[in-house]
């Protein structure tokens, strides 16, 4: 069974910087690896996704330039470092594993995810 446990969330202020790391479970490989979140209220969105052969990355534009996603194929982890943090990045953040994908673009598209880690809060306060 595909398990992704995730960690690293917690509270941080405006501009300032939080690292998440998703381990996946040591037998199992995923091509398309990615991070969401979901604000309360909101719908489930796609933040950034990695094609873990090449390291190709893409994210939603609101992240970009200041969020970084990688992942590590030995320790088969995923990482997400976020910088310049605004109240706007605050919810819940899913680790994600079987995206679908067009070439080494993974889709950021949450109806479409294999699997899913539990979630970690992330607060970012002024």
């Known amino acids: 069974q595909v398990q992704l446990m995730e960690s690293g969330g917690g509270s941080a202020q405006v501009g300032g910087s939080l690292n998440l790391t998703c381990e996946m479970s040591?037998?199992?490989?995923?091509?398309?690896m990615g991070w969401f979140r979901q604000a309360s209220g909101d719908a489930r969105e796609g933040v950034a996704a990695?094609?873990?052969?090449?390291?190709?990355?893409v994210y939603v534009p609101s992240v970009e330039g200041r969020f970084t996603i990688s992942h590590d194929n030995p320790k088969n982890t995923l990482y997400l470092q976020m910088n310049s943090l605004i109240p706007e990045d605050s919810g819940i953040y899913y680790c994600?594993?079987?995206?679908?994908?067009?070439?080494?673009?993974?889709?950021?598209?949450?109806?479409?995810?294999?699997?899913w880690g539990q979630g970690t809060q992330v607060t970012v306060s002024s």
């Open positions: 990695i094609f873990t052969i090449d390291g190709h990355a």
């Open positions: 040591k037998h199992h490989r995923t091509s398309c």
């Open positions: 994600a594993a079987g995206l679908t994908r067009s070439g080494s673009s993974c889709r950021l598209n949450p109806a479409t995810v294999d699997y």
